[in-house]
C-alpha cells in the first residue's frame, strides 16, 4: 500500500547527522524545562500557603488547596507531554514529528500558572520566560507549516524570524520596556494575538488555495485542536481587561479564576487530542494508531474528577459566605454523595462521546458476545421439539445454541438451533430469530445451510437445519495454523458464491468468520456451507430490530458497521471475507490488538497489512487483493465476492 508523502517530504532516513542535531536540540529544550520547573517548584509551595486565593477558603487543608492548584497544571502538562513523547518514540526519524513533539511539551508547560508564576519570579524571568516565547512559537509556527514542514506561501519563511524575535523580546528582557509583564495587559494581549491570527491565517490559506483532499481534512482536525486554546485566550484575557473586578484578591476574582482553570482542562487538551486525532485519522507520519482510547480516556477521567474537586472549593467558599462558621466537613459529605451518584455516569457518557464524536464509533461494544453468551446460557438437552429427541449439545454462539437431534418422523439426524433462554423473552429477538428461519428457508444454494423446519414450544424458539458432518472452518485453521493459497482458493469459493447468491436477493450476512464456515466432510473435496444468518439484513426491510445487539464479530467487522452505517450492503461481507483470507494464509488476525476499542479503531483507521510479511511466499497480486478486499471506503473493495476469489484463483 502506497505510504503517506508526507513522510518522504520530512523523513531524516537518509539524513542521520540532521536527525541526531535535531534530537539532541530535543533533549536539550526538554532537559532544559524539566530543570526549570524542579527548581522553582519547591520554593512555590511556601509561597503559596500564604496566597489570598489559599486563605479565603478556610477549612480546607493547606496540602490539599495546593494538591488541586497544581492538579489542573499537572493534568495539563501530563495531556500534552505523553502525546509528544508517543510521538517522538515512534517517529524520531521524521523532523517534523520531532517539532511537533517539541512543541506539545513545552506548550503544555507554557499554558500552565505554574510557567507563568516563575517567568514572574524575580532572579527566574528569564528561565521562565524562554518557556512561554517557546511555547508561543511553537504553537504559530505549527499552524503554519502543518501538514507538510513547508512554509504557504512560501514568502512566511521571512516572517518567521520576526516571530522569533518578538517572542523572546517580550518574555526574556525583565528590564527592557517590551517585557510581557510591563508593556500593559492590552499591550500584550494585541502583540500575541496578532502572531496567533497570523498563524491561523496561514492555516486557513493553505486550506483553501495549496491542500490535496487529504490535507485538508488533516488541516480541520488541527485547526479544530487549536481554536481550543485560542478561545480560552480570548475569553478569559479579555475579560481581565474590560472587567477589572476580576483581577486582584477579591471573592469574585477567586471564583473566575477557578472558572478559568476548569474552562482550560478541555480547552487546552483540545489541541493535543485533536492533532492526535488528525495523525491517526490521516496517517500522517505513517503512524497506524499513535495513541489508544483508553489514555484519552485516562485525561478526561482525570480531568472529570479534577473538575469535581475545584468544583467543591469553589461550593466551599460560597458556603462560608452564606453561612458563618465551618461548615466543611457539611459541605463535604453532601458534595461527596452528589459527586459519587455522578461521576461514573457522566465518565461513561465522556467515553461514549470520545467514541462517536472522535472516532467514529457508532456501536456500543462494551459487553462482548462472550458476556452474552454467560448471561444467556441455558440447557435443551434431553428435551423433545414436536418430532425431534435426543438433543446433545454441539456448539453455543451469541444468540444461541445448536444441537443434534433425531427426527423421529424422517429417521435421521438434524441440527437444532435454540435461542438462548435469556433472549427468548426480548420480541426484538424473537423476531430476529424467527427472520432467519423465515430467510434462510427460501434460499436455496448448496453452500448455504439448508433449513428444513423451524417454530416455537414452550417458550423456546428453535430452527432445524441439514447436520453437516465435518468441522467449521475455525476448528481446522486451530488445527493448521496456516492454509496454502489453493487450498484457500478452494475452500472459499464456494462461501464466495454463496454471498453472491444472497447479496443478488438483497440479504447481507454481516458476521462472515471461519466458525460461520462449516466443513461438510461427506463430499470431497469438503463442501464449505455458510451458517447463522441471525444478525442478516434484508435491503428492503423497513424493521429497526438490527440495530439491537451486537452486529458482527468485532475481528472481522468492516467499518461501516462500526460507524453503524444505514447504507451497509454486500461490500461488508466481502471485507470480512478480505479479512478471513488474510487469517487462512498467514494464520494470524490482519488487526490484532491488545482491547476491543484499538481493535474497532484499527478497522477504521489502519491500512489493511500486506500478508507477504507473514506469507513470503505469496504472490504480490494476491496480497493487493486481499487488501482491496479490505479497502476502508467499501467503494475501494471488489463489487462480488466472486470477483475476489477469481482474481486469487488466477494467480
Do not use: C
Amino acid at each position: 500500500m502506497p505510504t503517506s508523502p508526507i513522510t518522504h517530504e520530512t523523513s531524516l532516513k537518509n539524513r542521520p547527522v540532521l536527525r541526531g542535531v535535531l534530537l539532541g536540540v530535543w533533549g536539550v529544550v526538554i532537559i532544559y524545562t524539566v530543570v526549570v520547573l524542579g527548581a522553582v517548584l519547591s520554593p512555590q509551595f511556601s509561597s503559596l500557603k500564604n496566597s489570598n486565593f489559599a486563605q479565603m477558603i478556610l477549612g480546607i487543608p493547606t496540602l490539599l488547596q495546593l494538591s488541586i492548584d497544581y492538579g489542573v497544571d499537572l493534568l495539563l502538562i501530563f495531556g500534552f507531554s505523553v502525546i509528544g513523547g508517543m510521538l517522538i518514540v515512534r517517529r524520531s526519524d521524521d523532523w517534523f514529528a520531532i517539532f511537533t513533539s517539541l512543541f506539545l511539551i513545552v506548550f503544555g508547560v507554557r499554558v500552565t500558572n505554574l510557567a507563568n508564576t516563575i517567568a514572574l519570579t524575580p532572579g527566574y524571568e528569564m528561565s521562565g520566560g524562554l518557556i512561554l516565547a517557546l511555547g508561543d512559537i511553537g504553537v504559530v509556527l505549527f499552524s503554519m507549516l502543518f501538514p507538510d514542514g513547508k512554509f504557504v506561501p512560501r514568502w512566511f519563511k521571512f516572517v518567521a524570524p520576526l516571530l522569533i524575535a518578538t517572542m523572546l523580546g517580550i518574555y526574556i528582557f525583565p528590564n527592557s520596556p517590551f517585557f510581557w509583564d510591563v508593556m500593559g495587559r492590552s499591550a500584550y494581549l494585541w502583540v500575541t494575538t496578532i502572531w496567533y491570527v497570523t498563524g491561523i491565517a496561514a492555516s486557513i490559506y493553505r486550506y483553501a488555495r495549496h491542500s490535496t483532499l487529504a490535507q485538508r481534512q488533516q488541516i480541520r482536525w488541527a485547526f479544530i485542536g487549536t481554536m481550543g486554546p485560542f478561545s480560552w485566550f480570548l475569553i478569559f484575557q479579555l475579560l481581565q481587561v474590560f472587567i477589572p473586578a476580576f483581577l486582584g484578591s477579591s471573592l469574585s476574582a477567586a471564583g473566575f479564576q477557578i472558572v478559568a482553570r476548569l474552562a482550560g482542562i478541555p480547552l487546552f487538551l483540545m489541541l493535543p487530542l485533536f492533532i492526535t486525532i488528525s495523525i491517526a485519522r490521516s496517517k500522517l507520519f505513517d503512524i497506524d494508531l499513535l495513541i489508544n482510547r483508553s489514555l484519552v480516556y485516562g485525561i478526561l477521567t482525570l480531568g472529570l474528577a479534577l473538575t469535581f474537586a475545584l468544583e467543591f472549593l469553589l461550593v466551599s467558599v460560597i458556603f462560608k459566605e452564606i453561612h458563618q462558621g465551618d461548615q466543611s466537613f457539611l459541605v463535604a459529605v453532601v458534595f461527596s454523595v452528589l459527586a459519587g451518584a455522578f461521576f461514573q455516569p457522566m465518565r461513561k457518557k465522556l467515553q461514549r462521546f470520545v467514541d462517536r464524536f472522535f472516532y467514529h464509533i457508532q456501536i456500543d461494544y462494551q459487553k462482548t458476545p462472550a458476556e452474552l453468551r454467560a448471561e444467556a446460557a441455558t440447557n435443551v438437552e434431553g428435551i423433545t421439539f414436536s418430532s425431534y429427541h435426543n438433543l446433545q449439545l454441539i456448539g453455543r454462539g451469541g444468540m444461541a445454541e445448536v444441537y443434534r437431534a433425531t427426527n423421529s418422523m424422517r429417521r435421521r439426524e438434524v441440527a437444532i438451533k435454540v435461542l438462548h433462554a435469556a433472549l427468548a423473552g426480548d420480541e426484538q429477538f424473537q423476531k430476529r430469530f424467527v427472520r432467519e428461519a423465515e430467510v434462510v428457508s427460501g434460499l436455496d444454494h448448496p453452500n448455504i445451510v439448508r433449513v428444513t423446519d423451524f417454530g416455537q414450544e414452550h417458550g423456546t424458539y428453535y430452527i432445524v437445519m441439514e447436520l453437516l458432518s465435518g468441522p467449521d472452518l475455525n476448528h481446522l485453521l486451530k488445527q493448521e495454523k496456516q492454509i496454502s493459497l489453493p487450498r484457500t482458493v478452494g475452500l472459499l469459493r464456494g462461501v464466495a458464491d454463496a454471498l453472491d447468491y444472497a447479496h443478488q436477493r438483497g440479504l447481507v450476512h454481516r458476521d462472515i468468520k471461519p466458525s460461520n464456515v462449516m466443513l461438510d466432510s461427506s463430499q470431497t473435496p469438503p463442501r464449505a456451507v455458510l451458517t447463522d444468518f441471525g444478525i442478516a439484513k434484508i435491503s428492503d426491510a423497513h424493521t429497526r430490530i438490527t440495530n439491537t445487539g451486537i452486529l458482527g464479530t468485532f475481528d472481522y467487522m468492516s467499518p461501516e458497521q462500526i460507524q453503524a452505517s444505514a447504507k451497509v450492503d454486500g461490500r461488508a461481507d466481502i471485507y470480512a471475507l478480505g479479512v478471513m483470507t488474510y487469517q487462512m494464509l498467514t494464520g494470524s488476525l490482519p488487526f490484532e490488538r491488545p482491547n476491543t476499542g484499538a481493535v474497532l479503531l484499527a478497522h477504521l483507521n489502519a491500512p489493511p497489512p500486506d500478508a507477504r510479511e507473514i506469507t513470503r511466499d505469496l504472490p504480490r497480486r494476491a496480497a493487493y487483493a486481499i487488501q482491496q478486499a479490505m479497502a476502508k471506503d467499501p467503494d475501494d473493495r471488489f463489487a462480488t465476492a466472486g470477483e475476489f476469489i477469481s482474481v486469487l484463483e488466477n494467480i
